[in-house]
């Protein structure tokens, strides 16, 4: 068996789409925007086997911006599996990255997040998602309604897209949404039958948060409401801003159901209503981060507080992550440099991407027997260092 890994050329891109699609069970079209400059695919015997792709996204990062790659269109056809074709591609990419010092580190969403964290991802990231009747949305307190709501259409998308980059400036895991991004995302034409709506809310004319969302037919059993309503996003900039987007979401009389399938770990709702175990929020993983180059990765962004960590990396896919590193910050400015010092803490690459990204704490971690901790005293320095203003979330799928 001869074994390759290229990008395809483009007269190969309608085999990787066919790929693709097969093992994704997506649409052909779902892939139109990929190209051949940004896959690193698997060859054997001259024969396309397994596809792999990176979009150039740009993340906010705890109040910083970085470059990453969003890993995606990973797929084998099934008469190529289990033959190492998507190790050999990881540990291609990853070098690749690393010399030519390309984005330092990689996310993903993972149909089995068992397939990635073999290759050193970390669930960097946790979604909730909501299942609740409207009439169970209701306030433990109230307070007055200070601005006013009014209807959006299509044509003001530059007016949520300055919304939405205010909103997530100072967040971790959130990426620059593209024109496209809106437009297959929130803003793609709703399942037949069903209405897109978006609604804006504003003080003295200022707009300081929007929701969009669709109603339409639920197919519930009669008697009573039969309309289902599924929230496609909400952003605020303010408190009076979120609750006046949830009550204008509470007086649909005919929605038997509302849901929300993107909701972030630290989102307010279930600490602000009356009966907030009627949300029926369930959890499940978000994206997976791969640090791919720890001395360019760790200063990107900001730490809640100056000084110094002295740590071991453990990381057998990238040998230059590897060894005893010490990071210096005072607080925007970080510089990571190898050092011969003992190290604090020893932690595999993995549990240093949920440090980095504000998963889980040092402290956390210790106590889960993810990293070892040589000395004991340093996790609470640790914990405040890498403290991140939200919890991270990325709220576009790729």
């Known amino acids: 068996m001869s074994l390759t890994v290229r990008p395809v050329e483009a007269e190969e891109m309608p085999e990787f789409v066919r790929i693709c699609s097969l093992s994704l069970a997506m649409p052909p079209e779902r892939f139109a925007a990929m190209r051949p400059e940004w896959t690193l695919c698997a060859f054997e015997d001259g024969q396309l086997a397994t596809c792999y792709g990176r979009w150039p996204f740009q993340m906010y990062f705890n109040g910083a911006s970085t470059p990453v790659a969003g890993v995606t269109t990973v797929s084998t056809l099934p008469i190529y599996r289990r033959r190492g074709h998507l190790r050999a591609i990881m540990e291609t990419d990853f070098r690749l990255l690393h010399e030519q010092e390309g984005p330092a580190i990689a996310i993903l969403y993972a149909s089995l997040a068992a397939i990635y964290q073999r290759f050193g991802y970390g669930i960097v990231s946790t979604h909730y998602s909501y299942r609740v009747e409207p009439r169970y949305l209701a306030f433990a307190h109230s307070t007055p309604t200070r601005g006013r709501l009014r209807e959006a259409t299509r044509a003001e998308s530059g007016l949520l897209n300055a919304l939405l980059k205010r909103f997530r400036a100072p967040r971790t895991g959130d990426l620059h949404r593209s024109r496209a991004m809106w437009e297959y995302g929130v803003l793609a034409e709703p399942p037949a039958g069903h209405t897109l709506s978006l609604v804006v809310y504003e003080e003295d004319g200022e707009p300081l948060g929007y929701v969009i969302y669709t109603t339409g037919p639920g197919g519930f059993p009669p008697p009573g409401p039969n309309q289902a309503l599924d929230v496609r996003e909400l952003i605020w ?126 402290s956390e971690a210790a106590r889960m027997g993810r990293l070892d901790a040589h000395e004991p005293d340093a996790l609470e320095r640790w914990d405040m260092m890498l403290r991140t203003r939200h919890r991270p979330f990325c709220g576009d799928h790729f």
């Open 237 to 362: 900039l303010t408190p009076a801003a979120y609750r006046t987007l949830w009550e204008h979401l509470a007086r649909f009389d005919l929605v038997r159901e509302l849901t929300w399938g993107t909701v972030p770990a630290d989102d307010p709702l279930p600490h602000l209503l009356l009966e907030p175990r009627m949300l029926r929020a369930t959890a499940r993983d978000g994206i997976l981060a791969r640090i791919v180059d720890v001395a360019r990765a760790l200063p990107a962004r900001p730490y809640a507080a100056p000084g110094a960590l002295r740590f071991a990396v453990i990381d057998e896919l990238c040998p230059w992550n590897a060894g005893r590193w010490r990071l210096e910050t005072g607080g925007v400015e970080t510089e990571v440099r190898r050092t011969s010092e003992t190290p604090e803490l020893t932690l595999p690459v993995h549990t240093l991407a949920l440090l980095l990204f504000g998963q889980i704490s040092a």
